[in-house]
């Protein structure tokens, strides 16, 4: 059972029975979702076969990773570009499922 008085803007991870904390690791910079798929792209060596529509209900317009926590409690603030850490991706995912 989740105990009664978590609070979640200020958790004490001892109450619960997942004393764990996730957090979000980004560059806490926006990428045009575009610039992501031409990343994937070349990384893969394939290009995306795309259907562009406009946003769609309960599309996000613009959003990134709010790295606070992380910088605070761990004292780490990532600086990958996506080109970098797609790629770095990429040559990972196509090296693992080739077996």
């Known amino acids: 059972q989740p105990a ?3 609070d979640s803007l200020n958790p004490d991870p001892g109450s619960s029975k997942a004393p764990f ?3 979000n690791i980004g560059n806490s910079s926006p990428v045009l979702l575009m610039d992501y798929i031409h990343a994937v792209e070349k990384g893969l060596g394939k290009e995306a076969k795309m ?3 406009p946003l769609q209900p309960g599309d996000v317009p ?3 990773a709010d790295v606070t926590d ?3 409690d761990m004292d780490y603030k990532p600086d990958t570009s ?3 850490g797609v790629s770095a991706f990429t040559e ?8």
């Open 4 to 6: 009664v008085d978590f």
């Open 21 to 23: 904390k996730i957090y």
């Open 51 to 53: 259907e562009l529509l």
């Open 62 to 64: 613009a959003s990134h």
């Open 70 to 72: 992380l910088i605070r």
């Open 82 to 84: 996506i080109q970098d």
């Open 92 to 99: 990972w995912y196509l090296s693992y499922y080739k077996k």
